[in-house]
């Protein structure tokens, strides 16, 4: 998540780094329909396509991580999977560097993806089926593919800038002592090259879109992609459905998940012990992330900024429950 002083909406901004890309004039009411969160995204169209501007500071991203996500897109794409594709800019540039009165961006576009969101579908046996499918060709892909000259960063990574961070607020002891806890269990674990990789991260119903005439997946949104055991993709995506799926018939439409999952790729034996060490690496990962995004404060904040964080700090506290806690 971008820090809240990120979090507004700019349409000027957008349209002046959108200035290095072609596109069609008349689509920039679209603009209306932006998200922000970790990135800043804008849709507009060029030659009747919809595509998606995405940009965010360069304080808040590393380039590393950028080029080496788009790398991965372009081995997915190369090997037919279903995912998003980047447009080049008016330079032929996949990523542009884009000074402004705002100050650095990264900035890239992206096409959209046939189908609809998993979230919009009726989460049918088929549709799980399928999600978890192409959840388990991507792992399948993932442990055949070797970076080039860029690389995401693993899981030590992210636990070291998590410790990092947390530097600034030494009353957060408990997240700290979290950092470490994690750090020791997962230095315990193997990394067989069969069930540690590069995982999506964020393979979420709302990254996954459904289409309905090929009957398979398309997804997008790799910029939290990182190395760490394939479980953890499956622990986010069963975590997100259960958000829209009844509990009584919850473990039923797991099952079609895994049974998707299992026809591209073997699940671990020791998946079930490894899941809940994941689903803390997520929500220490979603605190810090949110401690830091709101950590800064302004006087006369307008009401929808102060409302926010209230929200995002009541999150913190369900998101802190297990910190501590044995594994």
Same mark, same amino acid.
């Given at each position: 998540?971008?820090?809240?002083?990120?979090?507004?909406?700019?349409?000027?901004?957008?349209?002046?780094?959108?200035?290095?890309?072609?596109?069609?004039?008349?689509?920039?009411?679209?603009?209306?329909?932006?998200?922000?969160?970790?990135?800043?995204? &804008?849709?507009?169209?060029?030659?009747?396509?919809?595509?998606?501007?995405?940009?965010?500071?360069?304080? @808040?991203?590393?380039?590393?991580?950028?080029?080496? =996500?788009? !790398?991965?897109?372009?081995?997915?794409?190369?090997?037919?999977?279903? /995912?998003?594709?980047?447009?080049?800019?008016?330079?032929?540039?996949?990523?542009?560097?884009?000074?402004?009165?705002?100050?650095?961006?990264?900035?890239?576009?992206?096409?959209?993806?046939?189908? /609809?969101?998993?979230?919009?579908?009726?989460?049918?046996?088929?549709?799980?089926?399928? &999600?978890?499918?192409?959840?388990?060709?991507?792992?399948?892909?993932?442990?055949?593919?070797?970076?080039?000259?860029?690389?995401?960063?693993?899981?030590?990574? /992210?636990?070291?800038?998590?410790?990092?961070?947390?530097?600034?607020?030494?009353?957060?002891?408990?997240?700290?002592? =979290?950092?470490?806890?994690?750090? !020791?269990?997962?230095?315990?674990?193997?990394?067989?090259?069969?069930? &540690?990789?590069?995982?999506?991260?964020?393979?979420?119903?709302?990254?996954?879109?459904?289409?309905?005439?090929?009957?398979?997946?398309?997804?997008?949104?790799?910029? !939290?992609?990182? &190395?760490?055991?394939?479980?953890?993709?499956?622990?986010?995506?069963?975590?997100?459905?259960?958000?829209?799926?009844?509990? =009584?018939?919850?473990?039923?439409?797991?099952?079609?998940?895994?049974?998707?999952?299992?026809?591209?790729?073997?699940?671990?034996?020791?998946?079930? =012990?490894?899941?809940?060490?994941?689903?803390?690496?997520?929500?220490?990962?979603?605190?810090?992330?949110?401690?830091?995004?709101?950590?800064?404060?302004?006087?006369? @904040?307008?009401?929808?900024?102060?409302?926010?964080?209230?929200?995002?700090?009541?999150?913190?506290?369900?998101?802190?429950?297990?910190?501590?806690? @044995?594994?």
């Amino acid at each position: 998540m971008l820090k809240l002083k990120y979090l507004f909406n700019n349409e000027d901004l957008a349209e002046m780094i959108l200035q290095n890309w072609n596109y069609d004039e008349a689509s920039l009411k679209l603009f209306e329909y932006y998200r922000i969160s970790s990135n800043a995204i &804008y849709p507009f169209r060029y030659e009747g396509e919809t595509r998606l501007l995405r940009f965010a500071p360069k304080t @808040e991203k590393l380039k590393s991580n950028i080029l080496a =996500e788009l !790398d991965f897109i372009a081995y997915l794409r190369d090997n037919r999977y279903g /995912v998003l594709e980047s447009a080049a800019s008016k330079h032929g540039a996949e990523l542009v560097e884009a000074e402004t009165p705002w100050g650095e961006y990264y900035a890239s576009v992206f096409k959209r993806v046939s189908g /609809v969101q998993i979230s919009d579908t009726d989460f049918s046996d088929a549709i799980l089926f399928s &999600y978890g499918k192409a959840l388990g060709r991507l792992h399948q892909l993932s442990s055949q593919y070797t970076p080039g000259r860029f690389k995401r960063w693993s899981h030590s990574d /992210v636990l070291d800038w998590m410790q990092e961070v947390l530097m600034d607020f030494p009353e957060k002891s408990a997240a700290l002592r =979290e950092v470490n806890l994690l750090r !020791d269990y997962f230095a315990s674990i193997p990394k067989s090259p069969n069930h &540690y990789g590069l995982v999506h991260y964020d393979f979420e119903y709302d990254n996954v879109f459904y289409d309905d005439e090929s009957k398979s997946c398309n997804v997008i949104d790799f910029d !939290d992609a990182m &190395y760490h055991w394939y479980a953890m993709d499956i622990e986010q995506a069963l975590h997100s459905l259960q958000d829209c799926i009844p509990s =009584e018939i919850f473990n039923q439409k797991k099952q079609c998940f895994m049974d998707g999952y299992v026809t591209e790729y073997g699940i671990p034996s020791d998946l079930e =012990e490894i899941l809940p060490a994941c689903r803390r690496f997520a929500n220490l990962y979603g605190y810090v992330r949110t401690l830091r995004s709101i950590a800064e404060k302004w006087d006369h @904040e307008p009401e929808w900024l102060t409302d926010l964080r209230e929200e995002l700090e009541e999150g913190l506290e369900e998101e802190s429950i297990d910190f501590g806690k @044995e594994l």
